[in-house]
């Protein structure tokens, strides 16, 4: 990869609902070292000031230090950390991806008012995702999953 070539990373689970031209495109134009989501706006979270690495978009080499420092200390970064979101908290300052593309990512427990029938979120949210419980494979019925759930 070049330097500073552009990244995206996309956990297995969210489901894409519509246009994700806009994330390839933040990705590609950021002036930030680390976009991902906050916490606060994920009601299945129930934390707020957190960080949620279901979508996540960086710089060739910005987060090399972070990688090398965790490779290096593998056993010690697994011991004393929760989840990979808990060990970014303590190293980075991300740019948050809702303030830059508001509306395109919802949470699922978001759609609750929607009902089952929904097959997508609202005309601005192009991604689904599923923080915590429940993932994609166990809400097979609803229509959201049905429509868009490959």
């Known amino acids: 990869?070049?330097?500073?070539a552009p990244l995206?990373?996309?956990?297995l689970d969210p489901v894409v609902c519509g246009d994700v031209a806009p994330l390839a495109?933040?990705?590609s134009n950021a002036s930030a070292a680390f976009i991902t989501l906050r916490t606060d706006e994920l009601a299945n979270e129930r934390r707020?000031?957190?960080?949620?690495?279901?979508?996540?978009?960086?710089?060739?080499?910005?987060l090399s230090p972070i990688y090398d420092f965790a490779a290096a200390h593998f056993g010690a970064v697994e011991a004393t950390t929760y989840k990979m979101d808990h060990f970014m908290e303590l190293l980075v300052e991300p740019v948050f991806l809702q303030d830059l593309w508001p509306g395109g990512v919802v949470d699922f427990h978001?759609?609750?008012a929607l009902g089952a029938g929904a097959s997508t979120p609202s005309s601005a949210?192009?991604?689904?995702i599923f923080p915590l419980k429940p993932k994609p494979h166990e809400v097979p019925g609803h229509e959201l999953i049905k429509a868009h759930w490959v």
């Open 1 to 4: 990869l070049e330097a500073a």
């Open 110 to 112: 978001a759609l609750g």
């Open 48 to 62: 707020s000031h957190g960080i949620n690495t279901s979508i996540m978009a960086w710089r060739h080499g910005a």
């Open 125 to 128: 949210a192009s991604i689904v």
């Open 25 to 27: 495109s933040l990705a």
């Open 8 to 11: 995206l990373y996309l956990d």
